[in-house]
């Protein structure tokens, strides 16, 4: 199975500052056929199931702000809240769709400084 | 707009078996560039995927080894849903329990849409 290794495990971040969130996979994700990185981010905020927010490692969801960036290849990646807002408390997971069994990482909770 | 709706009971004893199902609204559990999931949440396990349906030119299912004796997901056409039986549950079992779809609505690579999520307790 692949292993999703994030960091940090929480982090602190004042309103209007940029948080930054990264996924380790124990092995690459990066899809030769079409070049694309089988990786997605998701959101999920207390009490709600996961909401997705970015795929293809870099590729937002229609409908999410662009406050929020994915970028990497291979085995590191990184997701980026640029000018954290309220709303935006909450866990994210990133999770890789290369091999069965898809997997995810531990979660990186996000909190207001 | 894809919808998913859960619906199951909360509490089930050791040994005996889970059920749920997952009703779908605004695409087809035969539509042939979906596929059909069902994952669980708990402190102990984080996110886990356990399994898939998904229909081609036939159906097919793909289970995660950690639970591959004990799973079966169908779905039924007439309906428009599927469901999950998790047979011989023990207490680790218990979990918070989501469908999810990658949808043929969307350009989407992976769970686009999920469902409210279950609670699902093993004891007697």
């Known amino acids: 199975d692949i292993v999703m290794t994030q960091s940090p495990d929480s982090l602190a971040v004042s309103l209007g500052e940029r948080a930054t969130i990264n996924c380790k996979s124990s092995?690459?994700?990066?899809?030769?056929?079409?070049?694309?990185?089988?990786l997605a981010w998701f959101q999920q905020k207390a009490g709600q199931p996961p909401k997705l927010l970015i795929h293809w490692a870099s590729t937002r969801e229609s409908g999410v702000p662009d406050r929020f960036s994915g970028s990497g290849s291979g085995t590191d990646f990184t997701l980026t809240i640029s000018g954290l807002q309220g709303e935006d408390v909450a866990v994210y997971y990133c999770?890789?769709?290369?091999?069965?069994?898809?997997?995810f990482g531990q979660g990186t909770k996000v909190e207001i400084k | 707009q894809v919808q998913l709706q859960q619906s199951g009971p909360g509490l089930v004893k050791p040994s005996q078996t889970l059920s749920l199902t997952c009703a779908i609204s605004g695409d087809s559990v035969s539509s042939t560039s979906a596929v059909w999931n069902w994952i669980r949440q708990s402190p102990s396990r984080g996110l886990e995927w356990l399994g898939r349906?998904?229909?081609?030119?036939?159906?097919?299912?793909d289970y995660a080894a950690s639970v591959k004796s004990r799973i079966s997901i169908s779905p039924d056409t007439s309906k428009n849903q599927f469901s999950l039986q998790l047979d011989f549950v023990s207490p680790e079992d218990t979990a918070v329990y989501y469908c999810a779809g990658k949808t043929s609505v969307t350009n989407s690579a992976t769970f686009d849409v999920w469902g409210q999520g279950t609670m699902v307790t093993v004891s007697s």
């Open positions: 349906t998904y229909y081609r030119s036939k159906w097919s299912h």
């Open positions: 999770q890789q769709y290369y091999t069965s069994p898809w997997t």
């Open positions: 092995q690459s994700v990066l899809y030769s056929f079409n070049n694309k990185n089988q």
